[in-house]
């Protein structure tokens, strides 16, 4: 009835404690964050500079690096340098696992230049040397006043955990699947190491956690439990995507129901690039995941037909491909000269059918002529038919369009 509680859009963001990560806040309410990750060797200074100022200048907002070895240790303030040089000041994240109590130890300078220090619960260390060396790296966080991330991960679960909580299931009047079990593993090694961090001194608000799977329910499940029993700032992420439209598939399904249920303060899309694709790719997925879900707006959008066997030619296709590249490209620029020009949106249509409505829907919309319509493209501008374009012509002009009608709404 009329009364009935809205059911349109994300519902409220779960509270969380908002954690400072070198000047970019997650969690508490703030838009969600978009962070990627390197995959280039630490200790090789200039190919690691350069890949984290693509994934910067992409929309990344933090960028992690694995810190293995102390080359790669040694490297880290050097990076940081360079890129505050470059004008890519973005905070960097130390991604540690086995010796990262050693790495810390031994380069002060990296335990001070990075923003925030990823643990990993499961292998921290084993049998009695684990709860020290958790112990010593916590110490360091607190020393350098750094937030840490304590990112549990099915594929290195804290095997210790994992077989009490089995022999715990066997005593259960109605044991638990197997799978649940696991899940539940992954929770406790996550929420009892943010405990275990707590008692050390790190205070919670400088405290993300994640817990990671490779499937779709299974993250979707182990994160409404994370969100359930605590209010960490939680890092969201398919772990082990996989290649081309799968990861991206996986990721952005179990992603949107965890974000649609208000869970979720940043996000990482773990894709495996295809050979000769850029690693920044997966971080226009996470922007446009968040933006088609109206979450935030990064870059203008375009809705465009797929196309039928009433267009006689790709010409709209290469259009629609061609006003998306200009916009992104203009981006940038646009961001610090005319702001809110993020939010636009644009329509490139094919043919007479949807085409009109679906140009008046948009700022700026241009329906293309099908099969058997007269060579004209009406364009809309906020569901006014404003002009017609003809013509060898009509792209670049379109594309001015574009760029006069950000100038009029968003310049100055
Ligand atoms: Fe086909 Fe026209 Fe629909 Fe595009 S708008 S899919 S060309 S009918």
Redesign the pocket.
Known sequence: GPDAAPTFGPQARRHTRPVDIGGVTVGGGAPVVVQSMTNTDTADIDGTVKQVAQLWRAGSELVRLTVNTAEAAAAVPRIRDKLAMMNAPVPLIGDFHYNGHQLLAGEPACAEALAKYRINPGNVGFGKKRDSQFATLIEFAIKYGKPVRIGANWGSLDQALATRLMDENHERAVPWEAGRVLREALIRSALDSAGRAVELGLPPERIVLSAKVSGVQELIAVYRELARRGDHALHLGLTEAGIGSKGIVASSAALAVLMQEGIGDTIRISLTPEPGQSRTNEVVVAQELLQTMGLRAFTPMVTA???????TSTF?QELAQKVQEHVRARMPEWKVTHPGAENLTLAV???????PG?SRHANIGISLP?TGEAPSAPVFEDGEKTVTLRGERIADEFVGLIDSYVERHYGG
């Open positions: 037909c797929p196309g039928c066997g009433r267009t709209f249509m094919g043919c007479v059918v949807n085409g679906e099908g």
